[in-house]
């Protein structure tokens, strides 16, 4: 399966994504790796690891519908069957969410439901939660909504700032990721009814997401 990696930053889930794709018996690769942001670190990355690159200004158009056709004119362009959002940080417009229905994950920073938008891990320390973790989800329209793939657990640990509780976070983030996109890939993460139903190696159908267990 081609796919097609949205960065806006330092690209630490595309490696993730990237060293996925290169071990033995993965059925997916990465075709293209865009970026709205010209100096972003992550197209470095892509371009160290063979993989074509393209920035799309989103300064250069005067709307975000305009910005979004040509982002999917060069996904298509590009042969592009699933789109992986990875720290992309631009709100997409209902059409090109539509389009790409059921063809694009993307990974947020807290369990969802919970903590959606920006600020995750001040918020959920001022909550007093004592566990986050990250969510890989289908993108919809509205904002981190969506039907859930899978969930890694983080324990907030006494003394935790934003700063660490993130740092923690993100390794979740770079183990995930790679996870819930081979269940997309291999045809073992399916919508029915807005959920993801699971299946496993002998095609029982399980209507969860796959969870990981807290991450130290």
Known sequence: MRIGV????RGSNLAALIRACAEPGFRGRIALVISNRP???????????????????????ASRETFDAELDRALRAAGVELVCNAGFMRILSDGFVEKWRNHQLN?????????????VHKRALDAGVRITGCTVHF???EMDEGPIVAQAAVPVLPGDTAETLAA????AEHKLYPLALKLVID??????????VLIDAV???TPA???VPAVQ
């Open 203 to 205: 095609g029982a159908e």
């Open 168 to 171: 923690r976070v993100l390794e």
């Open 187 to 196: 045809g073992r993460a399916r919508v029915t009814d807005e959920r993801v």
């Open 39 to 61: 100096n972003a670190e992550g197209l470095a990355i892509a371009e160290r690891a063979g993989i074509p690159t393209l920035t799309i200004d989103h300064k250069n158009f």
């Open 107 to 119: 990974i947020h920073p807290s369990l969802l439901p919970a903590f959606k938008g920006l600020h």
């Open 139 to 141: 993108v919809r329209p």
């Open 209 to 211: 997401p796959l969870f």
């Open 6 to 9: 949205l960065i806006s930053g």
